[in-house]
């Protein structure tokens, strides 16, 4: 018959050790448990020693502040910054609701404004931006201004509740230019009406002038005359809920240092 191997065999030692020896496997158990306490503290305190700073930000400001944390991560090298990019819209609502954001800056000063009680301090004006339209690379459809948006198949602009949304109507409307709403496909934020662009499900986007720049060869940046243009004021603030309000006034202080690169 075969060995059952389903069930463990016993063996038992022939001898049982002596007083001394066991003696002598305590203390060498009790030596390598302090050994392991030593190597084992410290990796704790150093993890826990890092603070976190989560930072909400308007899509379009996200590669300027991309730069800005990795230079404040490099002046605090046990600070971690996390940036939350989105529609300073929805991102309002979020802090509304509580979320634990330590630093929120708005395409618009009013979104932050009418935080209240949410914020830390006041709100501050860091940077501004203009509008430009994109089009696909070489410009196709030979756009040259507001005024020809109007012909295009479809146009790409950012929901009307968004500060995006609303400089773009503006600017439409310091042109006189209507666009038939069946040929407008709009996104939440401006990264995102840039995309329907870059990813050809657009003729052209109202947008930021730096998100334009910043899709380099995706797409082709077409001026709006400086009559029609609006002024986007960018606003900034520390929220009452930033678990270390000092280190978030740090980083506000960055932003206001680095904002001519905004």
Do not use: M, W
Not at 127 to 152: E, K
Request: neutral net charge.
């Amino acid at each position: 018959s075969h060995p059952d191997y389903s069930r463990p065999v016993l063996r038992c030692p022939s001898s049982l050790p002596g007083r001394r020896s066991r003696r002598r496997f305590a203390h060498r158990i009790a030596a390598l448990a302090i050994v392991l306490a030593v190597i084992t503290v410290p990796a704790c305190s150093s993890s826990n020693s890092r603070h976190h700073l989560t930072v909400a930000l308007a899509s379009s400001l996200e590669p300027t502040f991309a730069e800005i944390a990795r230079d404040f991560e490099r002046t605090h090298p046990d600070v971690t910054v996390a940036l939350e990019p989105g529609s300073s819209t929805a991102l309002a609502a979020r802090v509304a609701d509580g979320a634990s954001f330590a630093v929120f800056a708005s395409a618009d000063t009013a979104r932050v404004e009418a935080l209240g009680s949410a914020l830390s301090g006041p709100a501050t004006v860091f940077a501004t931006n203009r509008l430009a339209i994109a089009v696909r690379p070489g410009n196709p459809q030979r756009v040259h201004g507001l005024a020809d948006l109007a012909r295009l198949r479809v146009v790409a602009l950012c929901d009307p509740s968004a500060p995006c949304g609303k400089y773009a109507a503006a600017a439409l409307d310091a042109a006189g230019t209507t666009v038939p709403e069946s040929h407008v496909t709009r996104a939440p934020d401006a990264a995102a009406t840039l995309r329907a662009v870059t990813r050809g499900d657009a003729d052209a986007a109202v947008v930021y002038v730096t998100d334009v720049r910043g899709a380099g060869e995706q797409a082709t940046a077409v001026a709006i005359a400086s009559e029609q243009n609006q002024v986007a004021h960018y606003g900034i603030a520390v929220l009452d809920r930033a678990s270390d309000p000092e280190l978030a006034r740090e980083f506000l202080d960055a932003v206001q240092i680095g904002r001519a690169h905004v």
